[in-house]
Every structure is written in C-alpha cells, then in structure tokens.
C-alpha cells in the first residue's frame, strides 16, 4: 500500500489540513530517512527547515536530552515492525533551547513486503491543550483533577496534596518583569523536583501555586507533608544563596491528608488551597494543615456573603437601623442616638454585626449598603427633628467607603435631599490599621471639616495611631472604647487612661463620649471623670426606630 503513495502526495494533502487544524502534521518515510512536517513547526523548534533527509539525527538533536532514550527505542520499535502506532508525550527543544512538551501520535503505513514505509501523524503542544506548562514543564491543573478522580476509581491510600505557593509572586512580576516571574516559578518547580525525587506527582496551578500529590503512603503519623515543605524551603533558600540574594522570596505551603479509609476526591484540592489561603493571611512564610471546623466556618461566611449580596440585590431586604441613645452629661438628657445596622437573613436568621460587618467590608458591599445606612438615617433625623429640633444622629462610616468610594458626593446629596443640617449629623469612623493619614485619606477628611460635618473617632484606644488621628485629622470628638469602660470600676490601669485620654481631649477642644456604660456602679464611676456624652446599655440597648422614638425621644432629664 504505502508504495502507491507518494511521500510528495502525503505533503500536498497536508498542506491543505495544515490550514484546518492548530496541531503539527509530520510525514517520516522510515526507509529514506526523509522528514517533513508543518511550516510553523520550523518557525519554532529546532529545525532549519520543515523539510529535510538524515531525520533521525536531526529529530534526535530537536528532543529534550532526557527524553531522548525514550525518542530512539519508540522509533526503533516502529521501525523493527514491533508495534504499528506512535504515540509519545515528549518534550520538544524550541529556538531558545526551552523545552516544550508536545503529544506526538501516529500510524505506520507498510509497504507491499509488510515493512514500515510512513510514519504518518501530527503533533499537539500539550501546552496549548492546557495540560502541560510550557514554563515549568509540569502537568496542569487538567491533569491532576484527572489523576484524582482515576484514583478515585481504582482505589485508596494514604497520602497528601500540598499546595506550595510564592508569597508576594505578584510583587516580583511588577517590580522585575514577567520573565524573572517565570524564572522564579521554574527554579521553584526545579526544587520541588529535586526534593520528591519521583516520588510524587507534580502540578502547575495557577498564578504561583505548584501541587504536589504524593501517595501509597505507609504511614502518616510523622507528617510528611510538613516535612516535605520544610526541605523545599531549605533548597529554596539554598537555591536564592546560590544567586547571590539577587531575588529573595519566601514560601508558603497549605496541605490535606487522606487515608485508605477515606475516598480522595476533587474536593481534596479546594482543602489544600484552603490551607495554603490560611497560611499567607496568618504571616506567610509558613505552612498550614488544612483544618476541617475552620474550613466549615469559611464556607459558612461565604454562604452569609453571598445572602447579603442578594438583600443588597433586592433593595436591601433584611436590613434595618436601630438607634441607641447617646446622653449629654452636662444636660442630663438624651440628646442624640447613634444609628446602628442590623440584617436578618432569610436563610440564617438574625446576623451578629460582628460577622456581617466585615464580610460586607472585604465584598466592596459595605459601599451600597454605607449609602442607603446615610440616607435612612439622614431621613429618620429629618422626621425627628421635628418633635426635637436640637436632636442629632451618628452615623458610621466605614474606612471602605473613605478610601474606594465617593461617600463625599453621597453626603452631600443627602443633606440637600433632606434638608439636613450639619449639626444635627455626626459621621463616625472607626480607628483602624486601614485608616492612615495619606494624601486620598486626608483630603476626604478635609472635605468633611470644609463642610462643617462633625466628624468623630470610634473605639478610641483599640488602634495603634491615636495621637496621630488627634494631630493629623479634624475630628471634634473621641469615643472611648468600651474595652476600658468595662473594667473601669476594678482596673487602676484603665481608670487611669480614660482619666488620662478625657483630660487630653479637653485640652485640645475635643468633645469625649464612653461607650459601653452598662451597669450603674459605671455610671457612678465615669460621671466623674466628666465625659461630655455617654452611651451604653444602662441607658438603653440599640432599638428599632419606633420604639426609640416612643420611649426616648424628646425625653427629659433621665438622672
């Protein structure tokens, strides 16, 4: 058969299939030792030509040195008449001399005296198939879901995925380039190969993560995995010395054990980028086992995450302000309240602000919910002020809001729409590490002071900056956090800094209230540190609009 056709008819039909398909299409007439495969492939391995005699020799010198032994004894097989297919993945060697995985498959075609004529095939970049990475050479991420639900089906054993990922990976593509990125993830790789010494199977995830899964395991009482990461950040730090300290980067690793008992399954590699998740928030630079109650919790937030993406969708269902009243000690009466959020959801019930409160600040969602908290509660002061002119509502503004939103431009809309006028609102803002003094910060602060908007610190003392919020920042008033509050009757300590914080803020012209006056032998003891407001449950607990206006608003001298 393979006499009738031609090697030249076999490379003008695949000039027309070369137009049809991405793959490589090759022709190796095994007796003439003649080759020819698709122009492109010529642009881009290690050939001077698409067409050319002594190809054996010329393939040869195109193959990644070790795969070359593998190369020569499949083509001998198929020249010996011992098997009738081709089909190898291999590595490549392109015009940078990088290697490149390919899947090279094919028929033999035997001529009238039944010996091997034509090899006849096309070859794919397994990296374009997306399951081998051309930067690294390892398998994907396709591959390894493969390998486990194949493990799944043939049977179980002891064993571990753990997860190795570059701490601050994008910091090294911005500051240097992509290819020193690359370079970084391949000498990773390298060093994960060299300490598994093919004994596990090993996977490019994406962005900087590298899987490792190792199993057949005897045992796995001495943590293996752990002490797998401990030897890969050794050769790490072995490899970045050897380099002279021209890149330095750290590691971190998140693992998950199976044993026989259990059945692995895709599952086990969300747990492991679980672990690792856990170990870049808790410092980086460490390693982390994947811990089931933690997991459960995490999913939990995120089930409570995407609930309050769906009230926010539907026009804020479930949320709602209540008021707590906020006392003028010079007065004796109730004076303001400040407006608190609250959400209860159709699936879990009634939420701790201590929950949804940053799940709503991590999600960005705390930027719609802020604006309609400011304008129901600009719209409920309106309504009171009223019965009370005098009366005035805190509201809580999130550092989100200041920094990744116009919460300026809503303001004003509000005041405008409301008729509201800034004594009657304050805007509290809570002291935090993500609050600082920078030029975007400072000049949204400024524009309240402009604007005459008081503007007031929560939980005074909790942060790390107070007297730099003091000096820096245009705030007309501290509210001491509730922690020193609690134990002022028996803490010296905590007597002696409120005592201390109040007089300071005096000084320098600034109204003090206390949070978290729950019992009366606190009140007795903070009146006479003379705050100029307190707050807190001996008074009242936050609650809803109706019943504060039925038993608090417009309220006389209450002591």
């Given at each position: ?261 259990e059945t692995i399954d895709l599952n086990f590699i ?76 159709k699936e879990f019930g009634m939420i701790s602000p ?58 004003d809309l509000f005041i405008e729409k409301y008729g ?140």
């Amino acid at each position: 058969m393979g006499e009738h056709i031609s090697f030249e008819q076999f490379i003008n039909v695949f000039k027309i299939l070369s137009k049809s398909t991405d793959d490589y299409l090759f022709i190796l007439d095994l007796i003439e030792d003649h080759y020819n495969i698709t122009d492109r492939a010529a642009e881009i391995f290690l050939f001077d030509t698409s067409d050319f005699y002594n190809a054996s020799n010329i393939i040869k010198n195109c193959v990644y040195p070790s795969d070359r032994d593998m190369f020569n004894k499949n083509l001998e097989l198929i020249k010996n008449g011992m098997i009738t297919k081709h089909d190898l993945e291999y590595r490549w060697l392109n015009k940078n001399n990088h290697p490149i995985w390919i899947s090279s498959r094919g028929q033999i075609i035997f001529n009238d005296n039944g010996k091997a004529k034509y090899l006849v095939g096309r070859i794919s970049e397994l990296g374009r198939k997306n399951k081998i990475d051309n930067i690294t050479g390892l398998y994907r991420e396709v591959r390894l879901r493969q390998d486990i639900l194949n493990m799944d089906r043939q049977f179980s054993g002891n064993g571990f995925l753990l997860l190795i990922g570059i701490d601050n990976f994008k910091d090294i593509n911005e500051r240097y380039n992509r290819e020193i990125g690359n370079e970084t993830l391949n000498g990773l790789a390298k060093c994960i190969i060299k300490v598994t010494k093919g004994k596990a199977r090993i996977y490019r995830m994406s962005g900087d993560e590298i899987m490792i899964f190792c199993k057949n395991l005897s045992f796995i009482n001495d943590n293996p995995a752990a002490a797998m990461y401990t030897e890969i950040k050794a050769m790490v730090d072995e490899h970045i010395g050897e380099r002279y300290y021209k890149l330095f980067y750290t590691i971190s690793g998140g693992f998950v054990y199976f044993t026989e008992d259990e059945t692995i399954d895709l599952n086990f590699i969300e747990k492991a980028e679980f672990a690792l998740r856990l170990a870049k928030l808790n410092g980086k630079n460490m390693c982390i086992c994947y811990d089931e109650n933690e997991y459960n919790e995490y999913v939990y937030k995120l089930e409570i995450q995407e609930a309050l993406r769906k009230s926010v969708e539907n026009n804020f269902e479930g949320f709602t302000l209540y008021y707590q009243p906020i006392v003028n000690m010079k007065k004796a009466c109730i004076y303001g309240a400040e407006a608190l959020l609250r959400w209860k959801s159709k699936e879990f019930g009634m939420i701790s602000p201590k929950v949804f409160i940053p799940l709503l600040e991590e999600s960005g969602l705390i930027i719609p919910v802020g604006r309609w908290i400011i304008e129901e509660a600009m719209c409920k002061c309106m309504e009171w002020q009223k019965k009370c002119p005098y009366f005035r509502v805190n509201i809580n503004i999130s550092f989100v809001q200041i920094k990744k939103s116009n919460v300026i431009s809503d303001i004003d809309l509000f005041i405008e729409k409301y008729g509201i006028k800034s004594d009657n609102i304050l805007f509290e803002i809570t002291e935090s590490g993500e609050l600082d003094s920078g030029c975007t910060t400072q000049n949204i602060l400024e524009s309240f002071h402009s604007r005459s908007l008081n503007l007031a610190i929560d939980d005074f003392g909790t942060g790390y900056s107070n007297l730099r919020y003091i000096k820096e920042m245009m705030f007309n008033l501290i509210k001491i956090d509730k922690a020193f509050i609690k134990g002022i009757k028996k803490s010296h300590y905590d007597y002696v800094v409120v005592k201390q914080f109040t007089e300071l803020a005096h000084s320098l012209n600034l109204m003090v209230c206390y949070e978290g006056v729950e019992t009366e032998e606190d009140f007795k003891c903070v009146k006479e540190l003379k705050p100029d407001y307190i707050q807190g449950f001996y008074f009242s607990k936050p609650v809803p609009a109706k019943e504060f206006e039925e038993k608090y608003l417009g309220k006389e001298k209450i002591f």
